[in-house]
């Protein structure tokens, strides 16, 4: 059966939202570890320390975590453990999602279930419903929504805001001066960023702060967030008149 793209955000969105009421989670910050835990009794465990020594022969192998089961590790950072909690949460509403498409399960096409998942991911972290009312009250400033919304990460946040944004715009992620990524909601973009875009990313590479600037019927705001191995940097772009 055929569904346009809006059709399966509606879906995601609706599933979302069902689950959120039904698990009685209060926002606007979703908690997946707690909702995978709570809810769907998704067991989590730690990963056992890789820096022990080798085991001589004949001592028992480690155990395998049960199937389904959230494996965290202590170096991950807690938006790390949030998302791998919320990819696991999207595996148990991958079902759901494709009825409500017309789709039987099992009858999709073989590896389509992977990116289902990952379009699935954000609008859990961050809710339709809830984000988009939030990004706008902002202004769709990244540092206020990231302190709204913890569990999420900066890049997630930052391509929601291309989703909820009443405006054409545009975000880049900049990493050590590099564009690894920029996409645009209403019209195709390069890895090329404006003039606009790189006095702003050049002013808060300086600064460390978030920074302004405006060239050439382009606006542009550029937050230097805490990338690693990198020094990333996150700019979003509005043109003039579209």
């Known amino acids: 059966m055929d569904f ?3 059709d399966l955000w509606d ?41 022990e020594e080798p085991r001589r022969y004949g001592d028992a192998p480690r155990r ?10 202590m170096e991950q950072s807690e938006e790390t453990h949030q ?24 009858t999709e096409h073989r590896g389509a279930e992977k990116p289902l998942i990952a379009t699935i991911l954000p609008r859990l972290l961050l809710p ?15 540092f206020a929504l990231k302190a709204i919304f913890g569990t999420a990460g900066f890049e997630t946040i930052a391509w ?19 564009v ?5 909601n209403r019209f195709p973009v390069t890895k090329t960023l404006t003039e606009a875009e790189t006095e702003a990313v050049r002013r808060a590479a300086a600064t460390k702060d978030p920074a302004r600037a405006r060239r050439d019927d382009w606006t542009a705001t550029a937050w230097p967030v805490s990338g690693i191995p990198f020094r990333r940097i996150i700019v979003r772009a509005v043109p003039d008149g579209i």
Do not use: C, N, W
Not at 24 to 34: I, R
Not at 68 to 73: A, C, E, N, P
Not at 85 to 105: F, H, M, Q, S, W
């Open 83 to 106: 998302t791998l909690a919320a990819r696991a949460i999207a595996r148990r509403l991958v079902p759901g999602i494709l009825a409500k498409l017309g789709i039987v399960t099992g």
């Open 11 to 51: 879906a995601i969105d609706a599933a979302v939202r069902d689950l959120l009421e039904r698990s009685g989670a209060e926002g606007p910050a979703v908690d997946a570890l707690e909702l995978a835990q709570a809810h769907f009794r998704i067991p989590v465990q730690m990963a056992e320390p890789e820096d």
């Open 64 to 73: 395998r975590p049960p199937p389904d089961t959230i494996v965290l590790k």
């Open 128 to 142: 339709t419903r809830r984000f988009a009312p939030e990004a706008r009250k902002a202004g769709y400033d990244l």
């Open 180 to 184: 690894t990524a920029r996409r645009g």
């Open 4 to 6: 346009s793209q809006d």
């Open 160 to 178: 929601r805001l291309l989703d909820v944004d009443d405006e054409a715009s545009v975000v880049a992620i900049v990493d050590d001066g590099s």
